[in-house]
């Protein structure tokens, strides 16, 4: 091994120029290779950042207008979901598949006060349950629970922002805790302070659905449904749902069953399970763009290999006549060539990674505002563990590859014509 | 007899086929130093691959210390080429880039021996020829007869069955070609290797004990010449 590595050593040496351009190009290959993926998982990463405020396996059912007429009414006809569309979801037709359950009804924006500070908000009414469903994390107190729901309580969960500003920047949301604010003339007393993200849509105070219910006026009425479930695997499985669940609440509303715009539903795991398709396609494609980059070098080397392998004839003539197998000759190339490969791959991928992380400092902290929203395009673009283990074996492949054909010339070569060689 | 030739035909077929070698029979036996004359075109470098296993023959058959070498793999060919035969040629092929002493060691090198101990041996054996001092010097920095001299210490290493030397002084002026072939002799006398030479120089063949001649691919007549009286160095030579 250590002979090998010395003849290597020695071939390098004497054709530093040439081994230098060719390694420029499997480098140049890997580094493409490097950055193509870790732009590519940043952008898969800010993708899934937007989807990590819900559970995947939750629905969102929405009211909206007919598309065809039925039981006499015409279409076009404004479907508004309310309390008996709350009880369907619940009621033992679902209940196979349907597990918690979290109506919410908006509201806003209203003026929130606090002593002299005020800011505005949206209230949101919904269940306990509507927690665990978005990801809610609470920093102090508590969320909504079940007898604020039941006895129309005036509790509020404020996010942390609002209750930065209404304690004029202070961040002890503890003493806020069961202290008075108010939402026009409504008085609310906060029961917790929730974390805020700065991805989310819209910064909104949470109340008992009940209690939104009643000051509104708007007895029944729901603007959305979310539920979680499970035992819904197959795109199939959940197609055959979302349709009998569709049928049911367009029943209710004297709809026609099949009526697929007047009760929208938003699956969450669907459109997880279609993300993750396209996560899936544009990483193929970037291993693909970067591949073909590296086949460029890969070629080099080859080239290179094969004017090695010309210049060197005499000598493996020589080798041969004094007894080196032709897979001893075999070994000294594709050893070199991996080598060349090896060496100047990882010095690539040492400086892709150098530009994933300069990229993380300076494009991955940037974000735009995208209707209204705060939106980053790069979340952490960088390539892990398992990548640089890939390449690695991508490149000893590449290498012998690229080794393979002047090696099998080498190892043919005539001791006889060899040494008849002028050169 | 080491080395045992029946009948080997050998013909070159590139675009018209060529008759090199038309029926050889040659015996040499253990210990014999022996010179191979013969104009070019002969057959002689033929004859000389064929013995050295460089090269296939079609017809007949070589046996080499009791081997028959026929139809050989590549890997079997190697290795014979290893461990029975030495060669030493007329423009030396030293490998440039490694020392005198890196290149006496490479045949032990392809046989397993470590780094160590083929280290020590190469170093006996340029001791040997007077050539400690130049162990470490590069082949473009050694004379032409220091270069065969490190040649024939690369062909000696691995103790090979017989030392093949083909045109040993071509590329020497007559002063250092007679002090190889002093060598070789030595070599012979002292050491008892079992040496074939192959030249078109009657000077080169008269340091010899037998010459073969060959003419048109068939063996000539065999001369013997223990008393070294054929024709002396360096006067009415064929070339020089």
Not at chain 1, 90 to 108: C, H, M, T, Y
Not at chain 1, 402 to 421: F, Q, T, V, Y
Not at chain 2, 182 to 208: F, Q, W, Y
Request: charged share 20%; glycine share 8%.
């Amino acid at each position: 091994m250590n002979d090998l590595l010395t003849e290597i050593w020695e071939s390098i040496r004497r054709n530093k120029l040439r081994t230098a351009l060719t390694g420029f190009a499997v480098a140049w290959g890997i580094f493409m290779l490097i950055v193509l993926l870790g732009a590519g998982n940043g952008l898969m990463n800010a993708f899934m950042n937007q989807g990590e405020h819900f559970a995947t396996n939750t629905m969102a059912v929405f009211g909206g207008v007919t598309s065809k007429p039925a039981n006499g009414y015409q279409t076009g006809r404004r479907i508004n979901l309310n309390d008996k569309d709350v009880a369907i979801t619940q009621s033992a037709l679902f209940s196979g598949n349907v597990d918690k359950i979290s109506p919410e009804l908006f509201k806003g924006p209203y003026t929130l006060a606090f002593k002299s500070r005020h800011t505005s908000v949206y209230l949101n009414g919904c269940y306990p349950s509507l927690m665990e469903m978005n990801k809610i994390e609470m920093l102090e107190g508590r969320f909504i629970n079940q007898n604020d729901i039941k006895q129309h309580r005036k509790s509020i969960v404020l996010a942390a922002s609002h209750a930065i500003e209404l304690m004029n920047g202070g961040e002890d949301y503890a003493s806020l805790i069961g202290k008075t604010v108010t939402t026009d003339n409504i008085t609310w007393v906060v029961v917790g302070v929730y974390k805020t993200d700065r991805t989310a849509q819209r910064v909104e105070a949470f109340a008992p659905i009940t209690t939104m219910q009643m000051i509104t006026n708007d007895i029944n009425y729901v603007d959305q449904i979310n539920f979680s479930f499970h035992g819904l695997t197959t795109k199939e499985e959940n197609e055959q749902f979302e349709k009998t669940y569709r049928a049911a609440l367009n029943r209710a509303h004297k709809a026609a069953p099949d009526d697929e715009s007047s009760i929208w539903i938003w699956n969450r795991f669907t459109q997880n399970m279609q993300m993750d398709k396209g996560t899936h396609f544009i990483r193929t494609a970037l291993w693909i763009l970067g591949i073909f980059t590296l086949v460029g070098g890969i070629v080099g080397v080859s080239n290179i290999m094969l004017i090695t392998v010309k210049e060197r004839t005499r000598e493996f003539g020589i080798r041969k006549a004094i007894g080196a197998s032709p897979w001893e000759i075999m070994k000294l190339i594709l050893a070199e060539s991996v080598s060349i490969t090896a060496l100047f791959g990882y010095i690539g991928m040492f400086l892709g990674m150098v530009a994933c992380e300069v990229m993380k400092m300076t494009v991955g902290q940037s974000s735009v505002e995208f209707f209204g929203e705060t939106v980053q395009l790069f979340v952490n673009p960088t390539v892990g563990l398992g990548i640089s283990v890939g390449v690695t074996i991508l490149l000893v492949i590449a290498g012998t590859l690229a080794g393979i054909s002047p090696a099998m010339k080498a190892a043919r070569i005539r001791p006889i014509e060899a040494l008849n060689d002028v050169n | 007899m080491l080395i045992d030739l029946h009948n080997i035909h050998k013909t070159y077929d590139n675009g018209q086929p060529l008759h090199v070698l038309k029926g050889i029979d040659l015996g040499i036996g253990e210990g014999e130093f022996v010179s191979i004359m013969g104009a070019s075109g002969s057959g002689k470098s033929t004859l000389l691959n064929i013995l050295g296993i460089l090269d296939n023959y079609d017809e007949g058959e070589y046996w080499l210390d009791g081997k028959l070498i026929k139809n050989l793999s590549e890997k079997e060919a190697a290795h014979y080429r290893n461990r029975m035969i030495g060669f030493v040629f007329q423009s030396f092929n030293l490998i440039n880039f490694k020392t005198a002493v890196e290149n006496v060691e490479l045949p032990l090198y392809y046989q397993g021996v470590s780094r160590k101990k083929r280290n020590e041996l190469a170093m006996h054996f340029l001791e040997h020829f007077g050539l400690a001092d130049w162990a470490t010097h590069y082949p473009n920095e050694l004379s032409g007869g220091q270069k065969q001299r490190v040649a024939i210490a690369r062909a000696l290493i691995t103790q090979p069955r017989i030392l093949l030397a083909d045109e040993p002084t071509g590329a020497l002026d007559s002063k250092t070609s007679v002090e190889v072939m002093d060598l070789l002799t030595e070599l012979n006398r002292t050491e008892k290797v079992t040496i074939i030479v192959v030249t078109h120089e009657s000077g080169v063949a008269n340091c010899t004990d037998k010459i073969i001649h060959i003419k048109d691919g068939i063996i000539g007549e065999t001369t013997l010449n223990e008393q070294h009286k054929a024709s002396i160095f360096g006067t009415s030579t064929i070339m020089k």
